[in-house]
C-alpha cells in the first residue's frame, strides 16, 4: 500500500490565519481524500481531490473555507482559511490504492 | 439517519478475555466495508476489507466477518497492545465513503 507523509504533525494557530497542510504520496494516486475528524467524532470526508482538476466538496464544506490545490499525482495541500476554535480537528489526507484506503498521520490543529 | 453505527463506543476487557466490536449499516449498494485501528495522534491504520456476506477475514487476534447488515470484529484472547480504537467504514456507490464513530477498546493486564 502507499505511504503517506503529511505535515505538519500539529500546529496551534491564531484564529483569522491559516494553515495549509501538505500530503506526499510515494506512487502516483488518482484520487485523494481530506478528511476532518473533530474531537471524540469519527472521520469526515471534506473533499476528494483528483490531479488536473477542481476538488469535490462534500456537503458542509466550501472551497473559500478550504481550498485544495493538487499540482500533481502524489502531493496535495489542503488550507483551513480564516481559522476559528470551531476548525481545532484533526485533518487526514487519505489514498485509494486498489480498494484500499491508506492514511496519512494527520494534522492536529488547535485553533486559539 | 445514521449510515453507520459502531457498538459499543467503549469496551474494557482482561488480557485474554475475548470479545466481538459491532458494525451496522444501512447503505445500499455496498462496494466494500473497511475495519482499522486507529492509535491516539495517529491516522487510522487498515486492517481488513470485507466485500460480500459470508466473507471472512483473519489476522493475528482479529477476525472479521460480514453479513448483509452488519460486520463484527472478534478479538480473541486480547493483549493491552490492541487497546485503541477500532474503525469501520462502508464505501458504496457513487464512491461515497462513510466511517462509524468507533470504538474505544481497552485491554487490562
Known amino acids: 500500500s502507499a505511504v503517506i507523509s503529511q505535515k505538519p504533525s500539529r500546529d496551534i494557530c491564531q484564529r483569522g490565519t491559516s494553515l495549509t497542510i501538505q500530503c506526499q504520496v510515494d506512487s502516483q494516486v488518482t484520487m485523494m481524500f481530506w478528511y476532518r475528524q473533530q474531537p471524540g467524532q469519527s472521520l469526515t470526508l471534506i473533499a476528494t481531490?483528483?490531479?488536473?482538476?477542481?476538488?469535490?466538496?462534500e456537503s458542509g464544506f466550501v472551497i473559500d473555507k478550504f481550498p485544495i490545490s493538487r499540482p500533481n499525482l502524489t502531493f496535495s495541500t489542503l488550507t483551513v482559511s480564516n481559522m476559528s476554535p470551531e476548525d481545532s480537528s484533526i485533518y487526514l489526507c487519505?489514498?485509494?490504492?486498489?480498494?484500499?484506503?491508506?492514511f496519512g498521520s494527520g494534522t492536529r490543529l488547535t485553533v486559539v | 439517519e445514521d449510515q453507520v453505527t459502531q457498538s459499543p463506543e467503549a469496551l474494557r476487557l482482561q488480557e485474554g478475555e475475548s470479545s466481538s466490536l459491532n458494525c451496522s449499516y444501512t447503505?445500499?449498494?455496498?462496494?466494500?466495508l473497511f475495519w482499522y485501528r486507529q492509535d491516539p495522534g495517529k491516522g487510522p491504520e487498515f486492517l481488513f476489507t470485507l466485500y460480500s456476506a459470508g466473507e471472512e477475514k483473519e489476522k493475528e487476534r482479529l477476525k472479521a466477518t460480514l453479513t448483509k447488515k452488519e460486520s463484527f470484529l472478534h478479538i480473541t484472547a486480547p493483549k493491552p497492545e490492541d487497546s485503541a480504537t477500532y474503525l469501520c467504514a462502508v464505501h458504496y456507490t457513487g464512491n461515497q465513503f462513510y466511517f462509524g464513530t468507533g470504538t474505544s477498546l481497552t485491554v487490562i493486564p
Open positions: 447503505v445500499s449498494g455496498l462496494r466494500g
Open positions: 487519505s489514498v485509494e490504492g486498489g480498494t484500499i484506503h491508506t
Open positions: 481531490a483528483n490531479q488536473g482538476s477542481e476538488a469535490t466538496y
